[in-house]
């Protein structure tokens, strides 16, 4: 408490942020954490909004959507529906974070501990991230992205690229390696190995459709049963490679979409975790800097009053409420997974048996480490939380009457309450599991999709139809997609529709 | 540790791009609206951006998603008087309620207008899109008795008072440099050796040897001299050309029966329509001067207020107005300066004997002093022997004259756009 403090105004300056940074990062050592170097780019409330309307990449290609994105933010911004977030922070080497110019000191430093060396230190040490996307090489790919999407417009004209875009951006979704390990993105790679790629490819898709008969029909017939030979989860893979009618630019652009989208597969799926240890992160580093006497009261109310407004979950029943706050729930655990190795309880200890009384930088960084928000809650979620955050389960089931609830947070209820909440997070479950399951080769060319419900759960018909008209634009022959319910197709949809009764195959 | 940058200078509109893209692509949803805006909105604030709906489903990214049915499980937060096993009435039209996405991200779902703000400038050029006024450019070729002076580099004539004094010099001290270099090469030359000749001992020294050097200094410093400091072809001058201007001044005459047949509803429909002439004008000229004309048996040079506001009864003698128009032209408007655009608003009334002589007026003056000359009549009924005349005068001018009814002020704009349509060449 000797040491006077850094700054005592809420005005910033570049020495100051500096010095915040400096302070901030040694405490950060101490604690071990490893980061990636950032770069902190100071911007004003419009370049915000740009970068926001880009889902913060700093350059990407055009496209029409991102216009609809920009002028709807826009348009909140100036009704002041909305604040502007505080940050944005890019998965790269060096991490580039943005800070608004408007913010004051406090907030400065906040987002600097948040995004420098919290969500920082998470895509450096995350599994997901480590396996999935290539820190180093991003800004580079997404260059190139830009300048062949430009190169394109300028030969196939805007019209064209964008009707593919559209298309790959129906299914972007689908257009990730849930389990497959990837090859990360390079893009010098990328560049030098592109038209080469493109001939050969090509060349490869003719082969499949070869319409000369094979020597020994038996054979042929054999070997053309089934194709795919297994379904497959990557459909715009599937489509860059097999896709009859496309252009090479046009599998390259798929190419590009899918690659981006695999990008940011991984923080779809660590959502609660990553915002939960920056959090975690930013309150621990700046409680120190307190600590240590380097921050003034005011500037820790400051810092509080925002901290809490960004952590807080409203109750079901409150108008502002908008399912879980990824914040708060990620927050939560991660507090509460120092508390158990610090103050275990009986029930912990009941609980977390191999954590309790652990040490706690050790069971976090491991937590940060090797998952997912799936396995984390699966794993890490403890009474303690459901308690405090009041969960509760609702089952709606279109066969019952009424909603039931299932389960609470009572001893009864914990473990259902964990799984089910595990299971909101998994992708699998949230999103429709559709496959390609097979082409009719040697018949209309037509492309069949399998839809596997989750308990029960149909698609949403109007979406589907229009997805399915642009991946019939990509495919270029018809295409069928069937959903089932325990090997039963209970709904079908094709595209182009058919003109009368749907002939089932 | 880290690297700041401060990138508050670099460009803003990064997403400039991006927005261009999506008024590009929802280009008829726009156009249409703006043409409702025109229709609905007040005149004193045409000139101003507007709010765009469009309908959500219109621009809608599709993704697969769950549709409704099947069974859901929900995690919610909050709880307060629920135990296991309770049974809750399903709230009805919303049904199972999405999986705890938790963002922000689903603002704005289920609203059924995406909406979105355009600028006055994006605003008019929707509203102007496709249109052009006839016969600009033939007057800008046509109309070029008044010139502009403008800076032509520079010429090796002049007059004294166009001197470019920085070119000149420069001139000069080139022409210097390149006379003189190889005498003053020699000059150095000569000077090196006379200094070390006269080092060489005084009884050694060869003073003849020195003196021709000496002498030889004398006459190479005397040429250099000769070299005059600024010759008459080193002056340059500012060349100004003369250039012919098209003209950029424009005048409306709005002229308008105020007679007891039209009411206050038919003139709002008129202004509408001189409003948007106006405006058009303004657009494509520097000046744009206006003039009001109203008429019932007789006409009157008004201002804007009284020309929309006041009231007059009595009958009707359009030709009254076109005489005043004419006259107003001869004295202030000299046809081989200014653009002049005529626009007429009426309910179609006129006395019967007087519509020939609108025709001849027409003809015969007007028209051939104007780049154009629109009538609209305002009125559901029947045509009068007026627009008889007035077709008469379609038919001698196809080009300089257009004619078209409106009914409802939900006509104007497709109507200005008839009337202003680009001709194809």
């Not at chain 1, 950060?28 to 990449?57: C, F, H, K, P, W």
């Amino acid at each position: 408490m000797k040491k006077s403090p850094i700054s005592t105004t809420s005005e910033w300056t570049f020495e100051l942020i500096e010095t915040y940074d400096r302070e901030i990062g040694k405490i950060a050592e101490e604690y071990g954490l490893d980061t990636y170097r950032s770069q902190i780019e100071i911007i004003s409330s419009e370049q915000m909004m740009d970068a926001y309307a880009s889902v913060g990449m700093p350059l990407g290609y055009h496209h029409w959507s991102y216009g609809k994105q920009f002028l709807n933010i826009e348009r909140s911004y100036s009704r002041g529906q909305m604040g502007l977030a505080y940050e944005i922070v890019i998965n790269s080497n060096p991490s580039i974070a943005y800070l608004m110019e408007e913010n004051t000191m406090a907030m400065q430093a906040l987002v600097i501990a948040h995004a420098c060396y919290g969500h920082n230190s998470f895509f450096k040490g995350n599994y997901l991230f480590t396996t999935w996307t290539d820190a180093d090489s991003i800004i580079d790919y997404l260059l190139f992205a830009k300048n062949y999407l430009e190169g394109c417009e300028q030969r196939h004209g805007i019209d064209e690229v964008e009707a593919i875009l559209d298309s790959c951006h129906a299914l972007m979704n689908y257009g990730v390696d849930r389990y497959k390990r990837p090859h990360p993105i390079s893009a010098a790679e990328e560049r030098m190995r592109q038209a080469e790629r493109s001939e050969y490819l090509q060349k490869q898709v003719n082969d499949l459709w070869r319409t000369i008969p094979k020597l020994n029909p038996a054979e042929a017939t054999e070997e053309s049963l089934r194709f795919p030979e297994e379904p497959q989860e990557n459909l715009l893979y599937f489509i860059e490679k097999n896709a009859p009618l496309l252009e090479p630019w046009q599998r390259e652009i798929v190419r590009i979409v899918r690659k981006i989208a695999q990008y940011f597969y991984p923080q779809r799926q660590t959502q609660v975790m990553n915002e939960g240890w920056a959090c975690f992160w930013h309150y621990t580093l700046l409680n120190d800097l307190y600590d240590r006497g380097l921050v003034t009261e005011g500037f820790m109310l400051e810092f509080l009053e925002a901290h809490s407004s960004v952590i807080y979950q409203p109750p079901y029943d409150s108008p502002h409420y908008s399912g879980i706050n990824p914040y708060t729930l990620g927050f939560k655990m991660m507090i509460d997974i120092r508390r158990i190795c610090e103050k275990p309880t009986a029930e912990d200890r009941d609980w977390f048996p191999e954590i309790a009384g652990s040490n706690w930088l050790d069971t976090l960084k491991f937590a940060m480490g090797n998952f997912k928000d799936e396995s984390f809650i699966l794993q890490y979620l403890s009474p303690t939380v459901m308690r405090d955050m009041k969960l509760f389960c609702v089952r709606d089931d279109d066969r019952e009457p009424n909603i039931n609830v299932s389960a609470i947070h009572d001893d009864s209820g914990y473990q259902a309450l964990r799984e089910k909440l595990a299971g909101l997070y998994n992708l699998g479950n949230r999103e429709p599991n559709i496959q390609v399951y097979s082409v009719d080769v040697r018949g209309d060319r037509s492309l069949t999709l399998q839809h596997l419900q989750h308990q029960r759960r149909p698609l949403a018909a109007n979406a589907c139809e229009e997805v399915l008209t642009h991946l019939h634009r990509l495919w270029g022959f018809d295409v069928h997609l069937n959903s089932l319910d325990d090997a039963k197709v209970t709904q079908h949809f094709q595209c182009p529709p058919a003109p009368e009764n749907i002939p089932e195959d | 540790m880290s690297y700041i940058v401060d990138r508050r200078l670099n460009a803003k509109n990064k997403s400039a791009v991006n927005r261009q893209r999506f008024l590009r692509r929802y280009r008829q949803h726009i156009k249409k609206a703006v043409g409702e805006a025109l229709t609905h909105r007040s005149i004193t604030d045409i000139n101003k951006g507007e709010k765009i709906g469009i309908p959500t489903k219109d621009i809608s990214e599709p993704t697969f998603h769950q549709g409704q049915g099947g069974s859901t499980d929900n995690i919610l937060p909050g709880n307060k008087e629920f135990i296991t096993g309770d049974s809750i009435p399903r709230p009805q039209g919303g049904g199972g309620g999405g999986a705890g996405e938790g963002n922000a991200s689903d603002q704005g779902e289920g609203m059924d207008e995406f909406v979105f703000q355009i600028t006055q400038e994006e605003f008019l050029e929707f509203m102007f899109e496709d249109l052009e006024l006839p016969n600009l450019v033939k007057r800008q070729l046509k109309g070029s008795e008044s010139f502009k002076t403008v800076r032509a580099g520079i010429t090796n004539e002049g007059s004294p008072g166009r001197i470019n004094i920085v070119r000149s010099l420069r001139a000069a001290n080139a022409r210097r440099i390149a006379l003189t270099t190889g005498k003053r090469r020699k000059l150095k030359e000569l000077e090196n050796q006379k200094a070390l000749l006269s080092e060489i001992d005084d009884t050694l020294k060869d003073k003849r040897k020195i003196e021709q050097i000496e002498a030889d200094i004398l006459q190479l410093r005397k040429a250099i001299k000769r070299v005059p400091w600024l010759d008459d072809f080193d002056l340059k001058y500012n060349l100004h050309v003369k250039v012919p201007t098209p003209s950029s001044k424009a005048v409306m005459f709005c002229v308008m029966d105020v007679s007891g047949s039209m009411n206050q509803a038919t003139k709002d429909i008129a202004k509408r329509f001189f409003i948007l002439l106006y405006l058009f004008l303004q657009r494509n000229y520097e000046r744009t001067e206006v003039v009001f004309i109203r008429h019932h048996t007789s006409a009157k040079e008004v201002d804007e207020e009284e020309f929309f506001y006041s009231r007059e009864t009595g009958g009707t003698i359009v030709s009254s107005a076109l005489k005043l128009m004419n006259e107003i032209i001869d004295e202030r408007f000299s046809p081989s300066e200014w653009n002049i655009y005529g626009a007429q608003a009426s309910d179609g009334d006129n006395w019967n004997d007087d519509s020939s002589t609108c025709f001849e007026m027409l003809t015969q003056e007007l028209v051939p002093k104007c780049q154009y000359f629109s009538y609209i009549e305002i009125t559901p009924r029947n045509h009068q022997a007026l627009w008889e005349e007035y077709e008469g005068v379609k038919a001698a001018f196809p080009d300089e004259f257009a004619m078209e009814q409106i009914v409802s002020s939900a006509d104007i704009y497709p109507v200005f756009r008839e009337l202003f349509q680009k001709k194809s060449a």
